[in-house]
């Protein structure tokens, strides 16, 4: 009986542990927060990283806790965010509309490069806001204790 005893009790305080670690970032007022990176121009990729943007979102917001999800498109990935190549641009606006959760950036220094290759201004979606660099503000929201997939 009290080897039993022992084992609830061992049990329930795993059950507690996890709990609070789960739980901790939400009780100090961040919430969840995931960075997606998006750095290849394929469509699969793409889709993904909406999919996996929409079903986090939509997850914690059935259990009524806050997330915050930011994609990240740099190299070839800047496709995904350009108004003129985007094949996704539409569910993106969609997305954005819906959900402000979600945020997207631009790597500022693909932009520049591709800008230079092409001869021309490289237009992205309105959605988009242009960081520095992509790969910067992925190791920086990391730091900052952002969860972080690659799709």
């Known amino acids: 009986m009290a080897k039993i005893r022992d084992v609830i009790l061992v049990v329930t305080a795993c059950v507690v542990a996890a ?35 929409a079903n986090v979102e939509q997850y914690y917001k059935e259990r009524g806790e806050k997330v915050e999800i930011e994609i990240v498109a740099f190299g070839p990935g800047l496709h995904m965010l350009r108004d003129d190549t985007s094949p ?23 932009q520049e490069n591709m800008s230079k290759f092409e001869n021309k201004q490289i237009p992205l979606v309105p959605q988009a806001s242009v960081v ?7 190791m920086e929201l990391q730091e900052q204790g952002w969860a972080y997939v690659k799709p």
């Not at 961040?30 to 469509?43: A, F, I, P, T, Y």
């Open 132 to 138: 520095k660099s992509g790969v910067v503000r992925v």
């Open 88 to 110: 996704v641009k539409g569910r993106i606006k969609a997305m954005a509309d819906k959900s402000p959760s979600i945020s997207f950036k631009a790597c500022g220094n693909t």
């Open 19 to 53: 709990f609070l670690a789960v739980s901790s970032a939400a009780a100090q007022g961040k919430g969840h927060r995931l960075v997606l990176q998006v750095n290849s121009d394929e469509l699969s990729v793409m889709n993904l990283a909406l999919n996996n943007a």
